[in-house]
C-alpha cells in the first residue's frame, strides 16, 4: 500500500517535471539593455560623426556587421547598435 503510494506520486511528479521541460528549454532569449549604465555614458543610437560603436574596440559584434551586439563597458546589455555612440567610445 505504502508502495504504491509512493510510486503514485513519483509518477505525478515526473509528469509534471517533463511537461515543464519544453516551458525552460524552448523559451527565447530575452533581449537586455542596461539603462543606468547607458544614461551614464549617454549612450545614443546615432553615430557622433565618424565614431560609433562599430569602430570601438569595445563593440561585442552581433551576428552580422548589422546586427545588435554588446559592450565590453556596458554589462548585461546585448541590445548596442552598430550605429550608436557613447561617451567611452575607444580606439586604443
Ligand atoms: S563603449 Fe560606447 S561607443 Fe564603444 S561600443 Fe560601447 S557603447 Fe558603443
Redesign the pocket.
Known sequence: MDTNLNRRRFLQTASVALALIPLVVIRPARANTNAPARAQ?K?QNTPNNE???AS????IPGKSAKDLGG????PDDDE?APN???????TM
Do not use: R
Not at 559592450?71 to 556596458?74: A, D, E, H, Q, R
Not at 550608436?84 to 575607444?90: H, I, P
Open positions: 555614458l549612450y565614431m560609433s560603436c570601438c574596440l569595445e563593440f559592450c565590453k563597458v556596458i548596442i550608436a555612440y557613447c561617451t567611452s567610445w575607444n
